[in-house]
T-cell receptor, first 114, second 112 residues
Framework: DAGITQSPRHKVTETGTPVTLRCHQT?????MYWYRQDPGHGLRLIHY???????DKGEVSDGYSVSRSKTEDFLLTLESATSSQTSVYFC?????????????FGPGTRLTVL | DAKTTQPNSMESNEEEPVHLPCNHS???????IHWYRQLPSQGPEYVIH???SNVNNRMASLAIAEDRKSSTLILHRATLRDAAVYYC?????????????FGQGTRLTINP
């Protein structure tokens, strides 16, 4: 199994509070991704990173920011959490971004915003 | 992004083969066909991928139609652990391949 951990695994917070989710990898892969998964929508890309300090937006980036100061860590921040951000968040990593590369996923973080 | 169509759900029995279909009638010549699966309460995991020829690995086989407009993931001998949602995904270098575009997938139930 790829060495990917996510923390926390579960979090309950209140509307308006800031939340940071952490993804940590031990594979030294260059590319890292944050997805969210909601019923009826499948997984959708929020942000991704193609190197330290290099990030870009995905299809559902509004309300989220990311940072990557080290190869192994990719942080997802909800500046002011809203109930619509209640979801399961998955981090993924890949060594390359070709049409044949594999993405490896973490175990997920279940976030509930009350 | 090229679209894929899969049945919402399928059911099979333990130790029997399972054929999971995927239609991708708008596939382009450079699109690779990938399959991922998601076990309950886990993140997705890679299963297999191919371009034109049929592919085999330790987890499954991928049969690709000659016109590439459809493909079938084959689990040769299903176990209870194979119960999951299976996603068929097209990937193309032209789109940068930065993301996996997940559809709704097929929820596979395995009966003991």
């Amino acid at each position: 199994d790829a060495g990917i951990t996510q923390s926390p695994r579960h979090k309950v917070t209140e509307t308006g509070t800031p939340v940071t989710l952490r993804c940590h990898q031990t594979e030294n892969h260059r590319y890292m991704y944050w997805y969210r998964q909601d019923p009826g929508h499948g997984l959708r890309l929020i942000h991704y990173s193609y190197g330290v300090k290099d990030t870009d937006k995905g299809e559902v980036s509004d309300g989220y920011s990311v940072s990557r100061s080290k190869t192994e860590d990719f942080l997802l921040t909800l500046e002011s959490a809203t109930s619509s951000q209640t979801s399961v968040y998955f981090c993924a990593i890949s060594e390359w971004v070709t049409s044949t590369d594999t993405q490896y996923f973490g175990p997920g973080t279940r976030l509930t915003v009350l | 992004d090229a679209k894929t169509t899969q049945p919402n759900s399928m059911e099979s029995n333990e130790e029997e083969p399972v054929h999971l279909p995927c239609n991708h009638s708008t596939i382009s010549g450079t699109d690779y066909i990938h399959w991922y699966r998601q076990l309950p309460s886990q993140g997705p995991e890679y299963v297999i991928h191919g371009l034109t020829s049929n592919v085999n690995n330790r987890m499954a086989s991928l049969a690709i139609a000659e016109d590439r407009k459809s493909s079938t993931l084959i689990l040769h001998r299903a176990t209870l652990r194979d119960a999951a949602v299976y996603y068929c995904i097209l990937r193309d270098n032209a789109q940068g391949a930065q993301k996996l575009v997940f559809g709704q997938g097929t929820r596979l139930t395995i009966n003991p």
